[in-house]
């Protein structure tokens, strides 16, 4: 498996949470992790034979997870993770990136906020608990837009980024042919893209043009965001195929 300089850098930091983790007889928490950086985590965790650990993001089947490394049994219960409730006016139609934004402008690091989950009115950022007195006493606006602070409500979480599922049609399976479809660029700027790095196959970076995507693989492009290839829906006249990719708005 690729691994960069920053995938590196995640194993010292999980080599040390380990140590910590085993000499203090404590739990040991490490930042948010997008869903690939979550499997690099896993598949090294399992390489130097430590079976102690979980994943959790605030909520059941959340994103974006904190490593929890144990000495003693697991409990989610243990990790810093807090969530803060914004509501604004419906007629607002503030989305993730507002939110994103807003909270890394005060110069809070990206890897110590979770899930941003939206929907008309309403918005539940979860963050590492340390952040929830600057994040409260701090954020008044996003953008131009008055928020108010409230008691996160878990019971009823907004929907989040939601689903579209897109049909298109492409003369093969390749990656490069897809990746081109979905992103509404030419071949030269998607192979530009896939060698430097910037499409992941199964949370995976995979370099090569000419990879074939199965249904059901999961990629992700830097910048454009989370894809599925959920089906080949049959052959067009001339022989290419139609396909079925639903996105992650």
């Known amino acids: 498996m690729y691994t960069s300089d920053i995938d590196r850098q995640l194993f010292s930091k999980i080599d040390d949470g380990i140590e910590l983790c085993c000499i203090r007889q404590k ?23 430590f079976d102690n650990y ?55 690091e990206r890897d110590t906020i979770g899930d941003i989950l939206i929907e008309d009115g309403r918005c539940i950022v979860f963050v ?3 952040l929830k007195d600057y994040i409260t ?12 602070v409230n008691i996160a409500d878990l019971s009823k979480l907004p929907q989040g980024r939601g689903m579209i599922e897109n049909n298109y049609v492409v003369s093969s399976l390749r990656l490069d042919n897809i990746v081109a479809a979905v992103c509404k660029i030419s071949r030269e700027k998607t192979r530009s893209m896939i060698l430097s790095g910037n499409v992941c196959v199964n949370y995976s970076e995979v370099k090569n043009v000419s990879f074939n995507l199965k249904p059901d693989d999961i990629f992700t492009i830097r910048g454009k965001g989370k894809f599925i290839l959920s089906g080949i829906l049959g052959n067009t006249g001339k022989g290419r195929l139609r396909i079925s990719v639903i996105y992650f708005r």
């Open 137 to 148: 006493s701090q954020v008044f606006k996003i953008g131009n837009v008055g928020v108010k």
């Open 54 to 108: 979980t994943f959790f993001g605030g909520y059941e089947n959340s994103e974006r997870k904190m490593l929890g490394l144990f000495f003693n049994d697991k409990d989610i219960k243990c990790f810093p993770i807090y969530a803060i409730e914004f509501s604004f006016r419906n007629c607002d139609k503030l989305n993730h990136r507002d939110f994103l934004g807003a909270l890394m402008s005060l110069g809070i």
């Open 128 to 130: 590492r608990e340390e």
């Open 27 to 49: 739990p040991y928490f490490i930042f948010f992790m997008s869903e690939r950086k979550q499997y690099i985590a896993q598949q090294y965790l399992k390489s130097v034979g």
